[in-house]
């Protein structure tokens, strides 16, 4: 009766990777994918990812390989914006590839901490 008791209150409890999706505000929509700060990434920004990835990723779903092009994703958004060349067609500018990369660190640091194989 107690163990049955407990598990029902430790259910309302958040456990430390809901709470950090709460204060990162990062949400898992089942049919849309990542919602980052209220940006739908894989609506949005996939067309980003695709450019920065070098085709590699158009998706932001797979976490473990967003994770593993990031560092490459990281130096091709720091060399735009160092020169200034922004690419016209996907609209980029100094500050939405600043906040493109806030995001990829959102999620990397979500996955660096709850869904990577430890």
């Not at 990777?17 to 700060?37: F, H, R, T, W």
């Not at 920004?45 to 920065?52: I, K, V």
């Given at each position: 009766?107690?163990?049955?008791?407990?598990g029902w209150f430790d259910r309302s409890?958040?456990?430390?990777?809901?709470?950090?999706?709460?204060?990162?505000?990062?949400?898992?929509?089942?049919?849309?994918?990542?919602?980052?700060?209220?940006i739908v990434l894989n609506q949005e920004?996939?067309?980003?990812?695709?450019?920065?990835s070098n085709r590699k990723l158009n998706?932001?779903?797979?976490?473990?390989?967003?994770?593993?092009?990031?560092?490459?994703?990281?130096?091709?958004?720091?060399?735009?914006?160092?020169?200034?060349?922004?690419?016209?067609?996907?609209?980029?500018?100094?500050?939405?590839?600043?906040?493109?990369?806030?995001?990829?660190?959102?999620?990397?640091?979500?996955?660096?901490?709850?869904?990577?194989?430890?």
């Open positions: 009766m107690f163990n049955k008791l407990k409890n958040p456990d430390a990777e809901s709470l950090y999706m709460q204060e990162q505000n990062i949400y898992l929509d089942a049919d849309k994918g990542y919602v980052v700060d209220g920004l996939s067309e980003r990812l695709d450019y920065f998706r932001f779903d797979n976490l473990e390989q967003l994770y593993l092009k990031s560092i490459l994703i990281n130096e091709k958004i720091d060399l735009e914006i160092a020169t200034g060349n922004y690419l016209k067609r996907l609209n980029n500018n100094e500050e939405n590839l600043k906040q493109f990369k806030h995001l990829i660190e959102k999620l990397n640091q979500y996955y660096r901490m709850f869904k990577r194989d430890k």
